[in-house]
Structure formats: C-alpha cells, structure tokens
C-alpha cells in the first residue's frame, strides 16, 4: 500500500498550513528528505522533504488549499507497487491517524475570528435584559470532558466566546476529541438558546452580534474590466491578523517629535568604523536599544493579555519585531534579546532578517515571540502613521522619515533634524500617561545618545 505523507508539525501553535507549490509532479520518482511542497505557516515560507523514496502517486492537496496538520497531503509507494487504492482527498482527512487532533482555525491564537461567522458582543447594541436561567440541558445530552482536575476541556477561543455570549461553558456538549468544546460548539448552543419559545426569558436570547461584512457587488456593466485574485498565501495570513489587530485590542494613538540632530551626527560619525566591519549601520539599532531602555522603565508596554486565563503578562525578555515590506507583503521577523547584542551585532542581526525576509526564507522561530514591535515606514518617505498592533503585543512604535525643520532652541530659529515618533498601543493594557511617558523616554535618550550609551545595561 502507498505510505501516507502528513502534514508535520512544522512548530509550536502552529496548527495548519497553505499548500503553496508542490515541487514534483505525480509519477515522479523521490528520494527521501528530497523536498517535495512549499508550505505557507504565519507568514513562512518552508519546503517539506520527502519523509519517504519511491513514487509519488498521487497529491491528495490542492495549490491553495489550507490544510490542518496530521492531514495527508501525498501518497508515495514503492516501485513496482501496484493495485494501491488512491483515497479522495476528503476521505484521506477522515482516515488520517489521531496523533494529535487538529485544531480550528479559531484556535490558532484566542482572536482568530473566521470570515464574520464568529459573534462578538457589540458595544453598540444593548444585549437582551437578564431575567431568568437558561433552559435546562436534555438529560441524556452528551456533556463536555474535564481533565483529571474536573476542569472542562474547551479550547480558548470557545471560553472566549463563551463568556462574551454569557453562557457557562460546563453546559456546552462538546464534539471535540475527549469531549473538549469546540468554537461551533458554543456556537450551537447558544443558537438553540436564542431559539427557545417565545415565552422563555430574555436571558436565554444570544446578544446582538455585530452586522455581517458588506457584500461586493460588481457595478453594472463593469463585469469585463474587473480582475479577481484569491485571498491565498501572505496576503491571507496578513488579512487575519489584522482582523485580529482590529476586534481584539482597543488602539489607540499618541505621537511626539525627536529632535534627531544628535543621533545623525553619531550615526555618520560611526558609520566608517561600521563599514570596517562589514557593517551597514541604520538608525534602527539605536532605537531598538533606546526602545528596550524605556520598556525597562515602563514594563507595561512589554506585556501580552492572557485571555483565557484573564492575566497580564509582563515580559522579563525584550524580543523587538521589525517591520519588513516584501514584494509578497509584510512580514515581522522578531530580533530576540535586544537587551544583550551590540549596536553592530543588531545592525547586523537587522540587515540579515530583512534579507531573508524579502527572499521568503524565514524559518518559522524568525516570526514568533516578538514582545513589542516597531515599524520603519520612514525610510520610504511616510511623515506620519498609525501602525496597526502586531499582536499580542501591547503596543506597537512607528519610526518616521527625518526632516530639516525650522525649530525654536534657546530663544532662536535654527534649523534641525526632526521625525515624528507614533506609538500605537493597547488600551486594555496601557493608560495614555504611561504610554506618553514611554515615548518622551525613548525621545529623551536618542536627543542624547550619549546618554543612552551610558544607561544601556
């Protein structure tokens, strides 16, 4: 029988993956660890090798198709092996072994919704009064699973719509492996909830949700001059996560100006020693340590929301993502441990990320595990933005292209090198005060990189 090739687990949280390109067609001959398909994980690009040698029979995926993990995506028999039964696609899914069971796509983080059908409580509308218990369960209804502590197996993002629609989630009949809720699990219940006779209370009604996406429709006699390209590959990945961006913080912006004259001035003045060393030297290493100084001082703006377990989060690790626009898109690849590499290690660090990000060759431990983010739109022109939150970061610093400017100093109109600094950040998580006093920090350090090069510890 031809041996099944699964989608791995290509790392932590990941759940699914998007068939990309398959590098070798059915028939062809492979060879063990020989790479076969290109595999789209969080803005990844990786090639899976042949876990197999022999034929590939038959490709049980589709370009395009996006695809849990332990799902079988190939067949590979032996030569001369004959008579292997070739399972439809659906039914190789079905068949696949329960090593691990895959995931929704909800489940991917705790703020994944998927195409509108997820109901979030809307601060417009006023949900239904309270005023009564919900209908009772059937008693031969089947029940949620509890681990071995009498805890209710459900996944987060299901606790989380639970609790946004008010219902206890040890009422919800899970379908999952164990009997562990699923999102469409509480989804169900809370569907025959708000069908229950007229007569039932209010409190049995789900809240109004907010209304469904506006649905595009092409002006007529216009049909002939319109081109449609699947949300696929990147660009799908990006879309989701700035839904995610959008539903689940409450952005907010606060911007200042830093007089940026001096840190010029230390950049052209070690820029020949840089390039001694191979080194092309931005204004980015600078900032990165500058942002890492003032995240110390302000430790809120370092931290994550935990929602399932309704916990702050405060990072004792400063991992900086940097903003990278590709040809595909745009990607975040993370700089780990700022607070212990040099201005020459993270120049260098930031030179090699962006060069692997716009070449597609990020691994996946490039994207994860950022702490705070920052964006350089400044270096094509931009004066101003309101940087979207990557998150679960808590914020998120927008770096600006520099200008010569008239500015008042000491009593006088000079001229000097001046950006503007935006700082979006998560209101849940960070008051407007602590937010603008983070940013004068980073300001007060780079108007005197001086003094930032004698408090970086």
Excluded: C
């Amino acid at each position: 029988m031809p041996k099944e090739v699964l989608l791995p687990e290509l790392a932590e949280s990941i759940v699914e993956g998007e068939i990309v390109k398959w590098l070798v067609e059915e028939g062809d001959y492979v060879k063990k660890d020989q790479p076969i398909v290109e595999v789209m994980t969080d803005k990844v690009t990786v090639e899976l090798p042949s876990p197999f040698e022999g034929i590939l029979v038959k490709k049980l995926v589709q370009e395009g198709d996006v695809v849990p993990i332990h799902t079988p995506i190939a067949l590979i028999a032996e030569p001369g092996e004959e008579g292997a039964e070739v399972p439809a696609p659906a039914a190789a899914a079905a068949a696949a072994p329960q090593k691990a069971a895959p995931l929704e796509d909800e489940d991917r983080v705790l703020f994944k919704p998927e195409e509108g059908k997820l109901e979030v409580k809307s601060p417009f509308k006023e949900a239904a009064p309270a005023g009564g218990a919900p209908p009772p369960a059937p008693a031969d209804a089947p029940r949620a699973g509890t681990n071995k502590y009498g805890r209710v197996l459900a996944v987060p993002a299901a606790r989380k719509l639970a609790r946004e629609l008010g219902i206890a989630i040890e009422e919800v009949p899970g379908s999952g492996p164990a009997g562990r809720v699923r999102v469409e699990d509480v989804r169900r219940w809370a569907e025959s909830r708000a069908a229950a006779p007229a007569g039932a209370p209010a409190a049995a009604r789900a809240p109004a949700g907010f209304p469904p996406p506006v649905a595009y429709k092409t002006p007529s006699g216009y049909e002939a001059l319109e081109e449609r390209k699947p949300l696929r590959g990147l660009r799908r990945v990006i879309a989701q996560q700035m839904v995610a961006s959008h539903l689940y913080t409450v952005r907010t912006l606060t911007v200042d100006e830093l007089d940026a004259t001096e840190l010029v001035h230390l950049r052209e003045t070690l820029k020949p020693e840089a390039e001694a060393a191979g080194v092309k030297l931005s204004y980015l290493p600078f900032i990165f340590k500058a942002v890492v100084q003032a995240l110390k001082k302000y430790p809120v703006l370092n931290t994550s929301l935990d929602e399932e377990k309704q916990e702050i989060v405060f990072k004792k690790y400063y991992n900086l993502g940097m903003a990278v626009a590709t040809e595909a898109g745009l990607v975040v690849p993370v700089i780990k441990d700022v607070d212990k590499k040099t201005v020459l290690e993270l120049a260098r660090e930031a030179r090699e990320l962006a060069e692997k990000a716009r070449a597609g060759k990020l691994a996946p431990e490039d994207v994860t595990g950022s702490t705070f983010s920052i964006t350089n739109i400044g270096s094509i022109g931009a004066l101003f933005s309101f940087p979207i939150i990557n998150v679960p970061d808590a914020a998120i610093l927008g770096v600006h292209t520099i200008q010569d400017r008239p500015v008042v100093k000491d009593g006088a109109i000079v001229v000097r090198k001046m950006m503007y600094l935006s700082l979006s950040f998560d209101h849940r998580l960070v008051d407007g005060a602590e937010a603008a006093m983070f940013l004068r920090e980073i300001i007060r350090l780079l108007e005197s990189p001086g003094r930032l090069m004698l408090e970086m510890r």
